[in-house]
């Protein structure tokens, strides 16, 4: 009986500082997150659509070719500084917007934040500025990009797609772990992990090939719009859409791509384990004359991990776009 009782105890311990451990994290998020969004950087500004308001970033020559850059899954327009800078020196008209809860974007209690929604709000924030760009999306981002193309292809030139996390013909039967369905123990669990500047190097290298490319100064730029009131919250709200593919949009079905007269390009890394390359060739194969760049030696972030590589590879692929 006494091994029994200790047992019990030593059970009800390890459950109660678990339980401690991760609302002080929760709490932890809370206190972190004091700035408002008129804290954005002032190399930014906000854009207002149809849609709400768009933080963005802007580079190069007005009268340039137009480029709009979409970030991946926690990334915010911040991230394609590098991008945004050669593609500037190149002539372009470059421009890199916030897609919510991600960023300095607006982003209300009751927001959307699934892929259908956020393909309207890079519409909205393309007839906002009277644009037809050059639309280019990396990982997660593709989803919303893809997806606004196909609702309106004569909307942009050109797409280029950069490791897309487009996962095709989705059964529908897939469903959020029981665990995650309350609102509240996915904030624990973004607030543990995606909000935790404690575990943002091992997270981020997760998706790197080159581990050394976590540096210092991209994690800060990363964590950036985190210290944001309410983005544990948000990002909690949001979380579903990135663990569950939506169902019967046309960005979801192979037919679409095989129909899609839009001049495409994408881009890989060779190492990616995220979105495999396999995942780009079959792009390659499904879209009509699309073209693939595998980039040596780097994972699913090769802006981050070889951004030298990576522009030059863009810039290709634009003036081969622009051609067509």
Known sequence: MRIMRFLLRLILAIVLLTVLALTGLRLAAHLRETDYADTAPDIGRHVSTAQGETFSIAMGPPDGEEVLLIHGSVGWSG????TLEELADAGYFAVAIDVPPMGYSGRPPDADFG?????????????????????????FGAGAAVEAVMQ??????????????????????EELPAYL??????EVAVSATVTNPLVSRPLLQAFLHRDEAATDEVLETLSQPATQQGSTE??????????????GLPSTQSEAYRILDVPTALIWGAEDTTTPLSDGENLAALISGATLTV???????PMIEDPEAFDAALLAALGDLSTR
């Open 152 to 173: 309106r292809p004569d909307a942009v030139q050109s797409l280029t797609v950069i490791a897309g996390a487009l996962p095709l013909d989705p059964t529908g039967t």
């Open 295 to 301: 980039i040596p030696d780097v994972g699913h972030i």
């Open 115 to 139: 892929r259908s929604s956020n393909a309207e709000r890079i519409l909205a924030f393309m007839d906002a500025l009277g644009m037809q760009p050059h639309l280019v999306a990396h990982s």
């Open 181 to 186: 369905r309350p609102v509240w123990l996915r």
């Open 79 to 82: 991230t394609w500084m590098h």
């Open 234 to 247: 948000a990002l909690a709200r949001w979380l579903p859409t990135l663990l569950i593919p939506p169902v």
